[in-house]
C-alpha cells in the first residue's frame, strides 16, 4: 500500500500533460488545484524576476559593506576598532572592502568591537541581500 507522499506524488504526475509547444499544463481547471508534494516546502524566485536585477554580489562584500557602514556610523577609526577585535589593521582594512574572506571567529570578534552580536551583522546582511533579490539594491539609469 502507497504512503501519502506517494499517494499525492502519484496524483499530481498523473494531473500534469504537455501542452504542443511543451509547456506543462494540467489536464483540467479541478486538477489546477493539484500541487507537487514539495510546492509548499520551498518557494524560489521566478526566472523573470531574478533577470532584472544585478548579478549575485559574493558575502565578503555586503558583510565587509555592513562593517564599514557600522564603523562610519559610529564615527569610529579602522584603527580603533581594528585595536579593539585583535586584528592588523590591513587585514581589517580588506575585510571592509569585501576582498578577504572572514572567518566566524574573526568576523565574532569585530562585531564585538562595533557592540554588535554576529547576529546582528548576519541580519543586516540577510535585508541587504533581500533588498537586491527585490531590485532595491540601487539606483537604475535608463537612456531614452
Given at each position: 500500500?502507497?504512503?501519502?507522499g506517494?499517494?499525492?506524488?502519484?496524483?499530481?504526475?498523473?494531473?500534469?500533460?504537455?501542452?504542443?509547444?511543451?509547456?506543462?499544463?494540467?489536464?483540467?481547471?479541478?486538477?489546477?488545484?493539484?500541487?507537487?508534494?514539495?510546492?509548499d516546502?520551498?518557494?524560489?524566485?521566478?526566472?523573470?524576476?531574478?533577470?532584472?536585477?544585478?548579478?549575485?554580489?559574493?558575502?565578503?562584500?555586503?558583510?565587509?559593506?555592513?562593517?564599514?557602514?557600522?564603523?562610519?556610523?559610529?564615527?569610529r577609526?579602522?584603527?580603533?576598532?581594528?585595536?579593539?577585535?585583535?586584528?592588523?589593521?590591513?587585514?581589517?582594512?580588506?575585510?571592509?572592502?569585501?576582498?578577504?574572506?572572514?572567518?566566524?571567529?574573526?568576523?565574532?570578534?569585530?562585531?564585538?568591537?562595533?557592540?554588535?552580536?554576529?547576529?546582528?551583522?548576519?541580519?543586516?546582511?540577510?535585508?541587504?541581500?533581500?533588498?537586491?533579490?527585490?531590485?532595491?539594491s540601487?539606483?537604475?539609469?535608463?537612456?531614452?
Amino acid at each position: 500500500m502507497a504512503t501519502a507522499g506517494e499517494q499525492r506524488t502519484e496524483q499530481y504526475e498523473r494531473s500534469v500533460d504537455r501542452d504542443v509547444d511543451g509547456d506543462v499544463g494540467c489536464e483540467s481547471d479541478d486538477d489546477s488545484r493539484m500541487q507537487s508534494p514539495l510546492a509548499d516546502v520551498l518557494a524560489f524566485p521566478s526566472r523573470i524576476a531574478r533577470e532584472h536585477i544585478e548579478p549575485d554580489v559574493p558575502l565578503r562584500t555586503v558583510v565587509g559593506e555592513v562593517l564599514r557602514d557600522e564603523r562610519h556610523r559610529q564615527e569610529r577609526t579602522l584603527a580603533d576598532v581594528a585595536t579593539e577585535a585583535a586584528v592588523s589593521l590591513p587585514y581589517l582594512s580588506e575585510i571592509e572592502r569585501g576582498t578577504k574572506e572572514v572567518s566566524s571567529d574573526l568576523l565574532s570578534a569585530v562585531a564585538g568591537a562595533l557592540d554588535l552580536t554576529l547576529v546582528e551583522v548576519l541580519e543586516q546582511c540577510v535585508g541587504r541581500l533581500r533588498g537586491q533579490l527585490r531590485g532595491g539594491s540601487g539606483i537604475h539609469m535608463l537612456a531614452a
